[in-house]
Each structure stands twice: as structure tokens, then as C-alpha cells.
């Protein structure tokens, strides 16, 4: 098992969501927004969390959320272009942009696909 190793340097940097076009901010805690705060929808761009190496760059859906006690809440996401399924935290802390709760909430009590 290769071990995972965050990259932030260079890749906290807005963007417009592919999905509902909301203008998104970087996070403003140190570490890097790789979803919508809005629709939590993502882009497929990460090979390993926060390298932005993957050439796909299709559209990740939210299929569902766990908590967990040492990362808090976690999105699941699935890519629509090539299946390739991603966890990310959630930013409900994020004092500029945080994640609109009632998504979370409403993205739990779907069943997963």
C-alpha cells in the first residue's frame, strides 16, 4: 500500500464550479478547496490529494457523506467521465466560504448509488 501525500503548494486557487457556476474562494485555513461550497460538486483533477495530476478533469459528483471522528464530515464523490471515486472534507469551517450545511444534510439522506 503506497502511503497518500497532500500537496497544497500552488493549488489553492479559486474557481468557477463546472457544475452550478458559483464563484468559489480559496479556503482560508491552510489547506485547499477542491469542491464547490454550494452544489459540492468537484472536477476530477487530483491522481493523489492536491497534486492536480490527473488528465481526466471530468465532473465528480456527491453520492454521499460520512462522518468521521478525526476528519469530521467527508464528502464521496464519483467521477461521471471515468468512475474513479474521491473522498474529501468537508469546509464547514471556512470563515469566507463555508459549505452550505443543508446540502451536507440533504446529500445524507440519499441513498448510495
Known sequence: MTARRFTVQGTNNAFTCANCGAHVQPLQNGSVRNHCPECLHSLHVDELPGDRASTCH????????????????????????????????????????????????????????
Open 58 to 113: 471530468g465532473l465528480m459528483v456527491p453520492v454521499g457523506v460520512e462522518q468521521s471522528g478525526k476528519k469530521g464530515w467527508v464528502i464521496l464523490h464519483r467521477c461521471r467521465k471515468c468512475g474513479f471515486t474521491g473522498r474529501n472534507k468537508a469546509a464547514l469551517d471556512d470563515p469566507a466560504q463555508p459549505d452550505r450545511w443543508d446540502a451536507l444534510v440533504q446529500l445524507s439522506r440519499q441513498r448510495r448509488e
